[in-house]
């Protein structure tokens, strides 16, 4: 599925090994996206320097473990992931090509990789080849919104800001230059690693929207929220089985004990190896701050991938508003099987859809015949007559499912109950030949709790799925109810897509 038009992405970097592995994951997914920019920015993580030997006085990572002033940390000379990165995107291209349309050609992305503000961490005092890029790109005309993801810290986007403002606040133009950037820009960000955030944009940038995008799913820690069915896309099975052996992109990727390292000497970085303890890692001379040593072979960390999830093209449409969520999560809590509210299951519930596409798209790398590879199913919603409906009025819900690999297709319909603002639930009914309330298999993963559960399963590669609900009697004018239409084939790695209709309600 590739939307009418692409949005436009800038995305932000630092020199771990998180990010090399979500780099991996954006570019399988870069048919969906206008990438702008790849840009190299510091954290209070990883730091460059200003190669002259300047000594950082201030505050940053390497401060928890005692060391006085220095010139860099963690970021060597020559780090380069994001241009190997889209070297080996340029070996699989071909491949990609064919199962999908729209994906960028290898040089385009080439010539988009800028170096940002990287010397010291919040430093948003001079230009840099990546904060001119942003800047640029908030001033054209081009409509729609420009979605910063970021990694990393905010010193590339707040220098770009900053020359915006020195720029223009006492000029005749300010008024409609700062409506314009507080209109268009839209930050999804892991968390403010520099400060630069709560610093400035905001006291100065109040209008610009921040999606607050950090999840653990995504990163080091995933194995403390996934859920107990999911739990295997973490193993050394089924990394190596599904990612790790798959083309140059699996190589690529980093897993537990594999030998890789992205900085010499990086007491931090002990992901590398195997068979030893953590005690033995102290004794080596590493901080082991996760705490554990893990399978080898076995996932390590995707941190920021979260920053882009809720752009995917997969009927979400979690980037129309942060409340909506999406494979990314969501800024509220979404109740578990256990009914209690967390903020962790509105991100980990998605997490087995997400690996299961990312293994499809990793095989596509290395196929070069559509026939010999999974695609996602295509998903419409039909005869809708309105999306503003009366208390009291019936309304019909009705997808049609149609899979592009003739694979046999399961679907249903249910309430996202937490990203409506009608805070009740309503009864939805199958209507049809989709009835079929007691499915003959294990549901093979979860999702947020629905009201009720109504599968359609089918024997063929089309479907029809249709429920009926009444819009409750109390529910206030303005308030909105969220439904999901979501199905999934019967590959060996079920592909899952969905379509969200959004309905408002008008006494």
């Not at 780090?79 to 491949?95: H, K, L, Q, T």
């Not at 079929?436 to 549901?443: A, L, V």
Request: proline share 5%; hydrophobic share 35%.
């Amino acid at each position: 599925m590739v939307r009418d038009k692409k949005l436009r992405t800038v995305v932000m970097h630092d020199p771990e090994l998180d990010d090399q592995n979500t780099i991996v994951r954006y570019l399988l997914y870069s048919n969906q996206f206008e990438t702008e920019g790849l840009i190299y920015s510091s954290s209070m993580f990883h730091w460059k320097g200003d190669g002259k030997g300047t000594l950082f006085h201030g505050e940053s990572e390497h401060s928890n473990f005692d060391l006085g002033p220095i010139s860099s940390w963690r970021w060597d000379e020559g780090s380069r992931f994001i241009e190997e990165a889209v070297d080996i995107y340029a070996e699989v291209y071909p491949n990609l090509s064919v199962h999908a349309e729209g994906y960028p050609a290898p040089d385009a992305l080439r010539s988009r990789i800028y170096e940002g503000n990287i010397d010291f961490p919040g430093n948003i005092s001079k230009d840099s080849p990546g904060s001119n890029l942003i800047k640029k790109l908030i001033l054209d005309d081009k409509p729609g919104p420009l979605y910063l993801l970021t990694g990393t810290g905010q010193s590339t986007i707040g220098r770009a800001l900053k020359c915006i403002e020195e720029e223009f606040k006492h000029t005749e133009q300010w008024k409609r230059i700062y409506h314009k950037v507080s209109k268009k820009v839209i930050i999804q960000s892991f968390g403010d690693q520099d400060g630069v955030y709560e610093n400035y944009i905001f006291p100065n940038w109040p209008g610009i929207e921040f999606r607050q995008m950090a999840t653990t799913i995504w990163g080091y820690f995933a194995r403390q929220v996934v859920l107990k069915e999911d739990r295997h896309y973490l193993s050394a099975a089924w990394t190596r089985e599904n990612v790790s052996k798959v083309g140059p992109f699996g190589e690529f990727y980093v897993v537990w004990g594999d030998g890789k390292q992205m900085h010499n000497n990086d007491i931090t970085d002990f992901f590398g190896f195997s068979g030893v303890t953590v005690e033995q890692l102290k004794e080596l001379g590493y901080s082991p701050w996760y705490g554990n040593v893990e399978e080898p072979g076995s996932w390590i960390s995707e941190g920021d991938t979260s920053m882009f999830m809720n752009l995917l093209d997969n009927g979400l449409d979690g980037h129309v508003d942060a409340s909506y969520g999406g494979w990314g999560g969501r800024n509220g809590k979404d109740v578990d099987p256990d009914g209690v509210a967390s903020k962790d299951y509105s991100s980990s519930c998605w997490f087995g859809a997400a690996q299961r596409d990312f293994a499809a798209r990793l095989k596509w790398t290395v196929t070069s015949k559509y026939e010999d590879a999974n695609h996602q199913p295509i998903v419409n919603v039909v005869d809708l007559e309105s999306n503003i409906v009366r208390p009291g009025q019936t309304i019909t819900l009705k997808g049609v499912v149609k899979d592009p690999d003739g694979d046999h297709l399961t679907g249903r319909w249910w309430q996202y109950k937490e990203a409506g603002t009608y805070p009740g639930e309503v009864e939805l009914i199958s209507i049809g030949e989709s009835q079929n309330t007691k499915p003959k298999y294990t549901y093979p993963f979860n999702v947020p709790s629905p009201s009720s559960l109504q599968i359609a399963e089918m024997t063929r590669d089309e479907i029809e799925i249709t429920s009926q609900f009444t819009v409750p009697t109390d529910a206030a004018d303005g308030q909105t109810l969220h439904f999901i239409l979501e199905a999934w084939d019967n590959g060996d790695n079920p592909l899952t897509s969905y379509k969200r209709v959004v309905l408002t309600v008008a006494r």
